[in-house]
């Protein structure tokens, strides 16, 4: 049938599945010489692609086994960095769309997060910083240099419990909310720590955490009324939301946790649950897409992340059919040093 005889549906179906088979044919081509990786966050089109999808801290334990030429990081861009950081010699690591960035990570330039250490260190104690992945290689590098690490939110209490046993205190970014929740987790008290002042020098101060006041866009759109009406219209409800969210929307759920938790979460429920989910809703939809309709699961609220979904079907398709020509995520040597033992600490402390 001529395309001017199918329906916009049709049409838009049949590409679907010509992108589809376009890359399946690419990824025999390049058989055992490509390793696809995506996020939980990434749209379905991307995910049926991929070798391996989780979240940040499954997909860094992934790169060091890999023995692919070609690493392709279907996510966004701090996250290729990472995998370009783990990466062997002779690896090369690339992403669909270069542009896909993270607000929560440009809330953090590592100029601005080295005056900040600077000055809390300056003042007579160790501070050791501890990042969040969602940051530059830079801001890594920064960590590795002053005794610090990463964490991802999957192992935020662990590793914000091991940077507090390094020194004086531990400077925690870039995202406030996930620092609150995880000090709260940890029975750290409210007048223990504070949120840094970006605007004026850092103070002398006796606090043990000094949070980063970023925050990300996507989790924090979930607020203390969406929690309400959902408690209202269904009390018998199960919620979980991630740690990005203000810690008013974690108290009010019945759970949090990252997004692998937030899997076995829902994995554990039993049939005839009805659980809503407070995260990016490209994982919200997938749950129930997967375990409808013995479980009845829905999104707090309906919040995509705009920078995640940069990285299309059509755009990996792309991307493979030119793979030896394609720019590469590149890391310099002394960042990627610096960054590498910084991310080696956290695989170490939770192995």
Known sequence: MPES?????????VTSQETDSRIERLRAEHGSRLAVLAHHYQQD?????????????ELA?????????WIVMCGVYFMAESAAILAASGQKVSIP???????????????LVERKVRELNDQGRRIIPLAYVNTSAAVKALCGRYGGSV???????????????????????????????????????????EILDLRSPARASRSRLFLWPGLCTVHNLIKPRHMEHIRQADP????????????????????????????????????????????????????????????TIRPVLDTAC?????????????HLDAIAAVPKVGVGPEVRQD?????????????
């Open 306 to 318: 705009s920078n995640m979904a940069k990285v299309t079907a059509p755009k990996l398709a792309e």
């Open 45 to 57: 089109e991307v995910v049926a692609h991929a070798d391996y999808c989780g979240d940040s801290l």
């Open 236 to 295: 018998r409800a199960r919620i979980i939301v991630h740690p990005e969210c203000m810690p008013d929307v974690v108290d009010m759920a019945d759970a949090s946790g990252s997004t692998s938790g937030i899997i076995r979460y829902v994995q554990e429920a039993r049939p005839g649950d009805t659980i809503y989910v407070g995260t990016e809703i490209n994982l919200v939809q997938r749950l129930a897409r997967e375990f409808g309709p013995a479980k």
């Open 61 to 69: 334990r992934k790169i060091p086994n890999l023995q692919a030429e």
């Open 339 to 351: 960054a590498l033992l910084a991310l080696e600490r956290m695989l170490e402390v939770c192995r």
């Open 97 to 111: 769309d270069q542009n896909a960035g993270c607000v929560l990570s440009n809330m953090a330039p590592a100029w």
């Open 151 to 193: 964490c991802t939110s999957a192992n935020a209490a662990t590793m914000l419990d091991w940077a507090l046993q390094q020194g004086d205190g531990v400077v925690f970014l870039p995202d406030k909310n996930l620092g609150r929740n995880t000090a709260k987790a940890l029975g750290i008290a409210a007048q223990d720590y």
């Open 5 to 13: 005889c199918l329906g916009v549906q049709e049409v838009s179906e």
